[in-house]
């Protein structure tokens, strides 16, 4: 009965410990994440000097599938006023124009020129400001690292809208084997896709 009462206890003392191995690792991973926003939205602000979801529009916009002011709206999650707010000082500034969209009803916003120069500036200052964080692993490291986050990228049980929601901010032609594909090809709620 002792020794049933001691392995029970051993248990118990293994469960504890484990669980402050796991809370220790997720806290951890919460400062990295928290240290890569604060990077990547002061790259945003030193490029745009705007902040939020303005270098987000820029880039979902500039995937170049024309995409509505609702379908962006629902990208970026913000309100109807606040998206046509965002987008009439992205027209203003001379980053985006408004064409007529697939569905006559709808019109699709473009990047212009100066606003594909923009786009390419974030993607590039978003990856610069990161990379600093990479730079103490070892190239074996960076890989197992790309292994463990493609890993849990890959198990997030995210519906079509978050993907592209997550993906916002993401350069396509570096994220070659993405673990969780959003389809910017965006169809509206009955498909289901952004």
Do not use: W
């Not at 926003?37 to 024309?66: C, F, K, S």
């Amino acid at each position: 009965m002792r020794s049933a009462h001691i392995v029970k206890l051993q248990n118990v003392r293994t469960a504890h410990n484990l669980r402050r191995v796991i809370d220790r690792t997720a806290n951890l991973m919460g400062v990295v994440g928290l240290a890569v926003a604060d990077r990547i939205e002061q790259a945003a602000r030193d490029i745009l000097n705007h902040a939020g979801e303005t270098p987000a529009a820029v880039v979902v916009i500039g995937y170049g599938l024309g995409p509505s002011n609702d379908q962006l709206r629902r990208i970026l999650g913000l309100s109807h006023p606040g998206s046509v707010r965002l987008i009439d000082r992205l027209v203003a500034d001379g980053l985006v124009v408004r064409r007529k969209g697939r569905d006559k009803r709808a019109v699709a916003l473009h990047l212009t020129d100066a606003g594909d120069t923009l786009r390419e500036d974030l993607l590039k200052g978003r990856l610069a400001a990161i990379r600093p964080l990479l730079a103490p692993l070892t190239r074996a490291e960076q890989d197992d690292l790309a292994s463990l986050l493609h890993k849990m990228l890959s198990a997030l049980p995210t519906t079509d809208l978050e993907r592209c929601n997550l993906c916002r901010l993401c350069d396509d032609r570096v994220c070659t084997d993405c673990p969780i594909p959003a389809d910017f090809r965006i169809q509206g709620p009955a498909t289901g896709n952004c």
